[in-house]
C-alpha cells in the first residue's frame, strides 16, 4: 500500500498556482534541473496525480495564513488565555477551510484531512473543542503546522490544550521543519524539542527530514525516539548546495533517524507522487522491506490504516 503522508490540495487551481508562485523553495540553495509540478493543486489535480502514482491514501495538509503574516504582539507567542485572540474575525475563516477539507475527504476515502489551526485566530479553548469536534464528527485525522508561514512557535502555549487532545486522541501532527529567511527560528530542529519534552505521547512528525536543517535533525530524532519525519522535498532537491549531496547521503539520513521513524510525502502540487515513489525505490542500500516502511507501512501504522 502507497501513502502519500505530505500533499496539500486547493480549492481552486488558479489557488494552487498562486500559492507555488509566493512559496520558492531557497531553503535547499541551488540545483540545475528540480522539476516542479505543471498542476495547479486543486481536487481533480490531486486526485488524477495520486490515481497516476498508484496511491493508496494521502494526507492533505492544508495551511490558514493571513496576509501579511502577521507576528504576535509579544514577539513569539500569542496571547492564549490571557486576552483575546487578535485575529479572532478570522476564525470562521479557518474554520470553513477544515470544513470544506473534511467534506472533501468524506467524498474520496482515500484522503486524510489534516486539520490547520492558529493561536491568534481562536482562543486555546476553541481550537482544542474544535479539532475535537471534527475528528469525532468529521473524520479528521490530524493537525497540520507551518509555524514559518503561520508565525508562532510550536510550544506556544496557546496550543497546549489542543496537543493534550492529541495525544490523549493519537491525532497525528504533521509539522514543516527547517529554517526561516529572518532566522527567527519558528520552524528550526531545535524548535520542536519543548513541545517533545512536554508532550510524550504526541503522534509529531518533522516534515522535509528537517529540510535545510537536515544535518541538525538527528540530534532530535536520537532525543526523541516517539518523533517520525517525512522526506518530502527535501527528496526532490538531493545535490542541492544546503541538501544532502546524493541519494546516498540522503539513504544515510534516513537510516540515521531511522527507518521505520521516516515516511515518503510528495508536497504535491510542487511535486509528483510518482516522482518521489521512484526517488525513495532507488534510495541505495534499503532493503525492500524497509523501502515498504517508506512508501506506507509507517504512515499506515500512525493512521490506523
Not at 479557518?94 to 486539520?115: D, F, R, T
Not at 521513524?261 to 532507488?282: K, L, N, Q
Not at 517508506?294 to 501504522?301: E, K, N, P, S, Y
Amino acid at each position: 500500500m502507497l501513502i502519500d503522508s505530505h500533499l496539500h490540495i486547493y480549492r481552486e487551481r488558479e489557488i494552487g498556482v498562486r500559492a507555488k508562485a509566493d512559496y520558492p523553495i531557497v531553503e535547499y540553495g541551488t540545483l540545475e534541473g528540480v522539476t516542479y509540478s505543471e498542476r495547479g493543486g486543486d481536487a481533480a489535480d490531486a486526485l488524477a496525480a495520486l490515481a497516476e502514482a498508484g496511491v493508496s491514501y494521502a494526507a492533505v495538509l492544508n495551511v490558514f495564513l493571513m496576509d501579511g503574516m502577521p507576528q504576535p504582539a509579544s514577539g513569539l507567542t500569542w496571547p492564549g488565555a490571557d486576552g483575546p485572540p487578535p485575529h479572532a474575525d478570522r476564525a470562521a475563516d479557518l474554520i470553513g477551510l477544515n470544513e470544506w477539507l473534511c467534506a472533501l475527504a468524506q467524498e474520496h476515502a482515500q484522503l486524510l484531512p489534516m486539520l490547520t489551526v492558529h493561536p491568534g485566530v481562536m482562543t486555546p479553548a476553541e481550537t482544542a473543542d474544535h479539532v475535537g469536534t471534527l475528528a469525532s464528527e468529521r473524520g479528521a485525522r490530524g493537525v497540520k503546522l507551518h509555524t514559518v508561514a503561520q508565525r508562532f512557535l510550536p510550544s506556544d502555549p496557546a496550543l497546549d490544550p489542543l496537543w493534550e487532545l492529541c495525544s490523549d486522541r493519537g491525532l497525528p501532527v504533521i509539522a514543516h521543519c527547517g529554517p526561516d529567511r529572518l532566522e527567527t527560528g519558528w520552524a528550526t530542529p531545535e524548535a520542536f524539542v519543548p513541545l517533545a519534552e512536554r508532550f510524550p505521547r504526541l503522534p509529531l512528525v518533522l516534515a522535509h527530514l528537517g529540510g535545510g536543517d537536515f544535518r541538525r535533525i538527528v540530534a532530535v530524532a536520537d532525543a526523541f525516539p516517539g518523533v517520525r519525519f517525512d522526506l518530502s522535498e527535501i527528496v526532490s532537491w538531493v545535490g542541492g548546495s544546503n541538501a544532502p549531496e546524493d541519494a546516498a547521503a540522503l539513504a544515510a539520513l534516513v537510516r540515521a533517524v531511522g527507518v521505520e521513524r521516516v515516511m515518503a510525502g510528495s508536497d504535491f502540487p510542487w511535486y509528483e507522487p510518482a516522482w518521489v515513489i521512484d526517488a525513495v525505490t532507488r534510495l541505495p542500500g534499503l532493503s525492500t522491506s524497509e523501502r515498504d516502511l517508506i512508501l506506507g507501512r509507517t504512515a499506515a501504522q500512525l493512521f490506523g490504516l
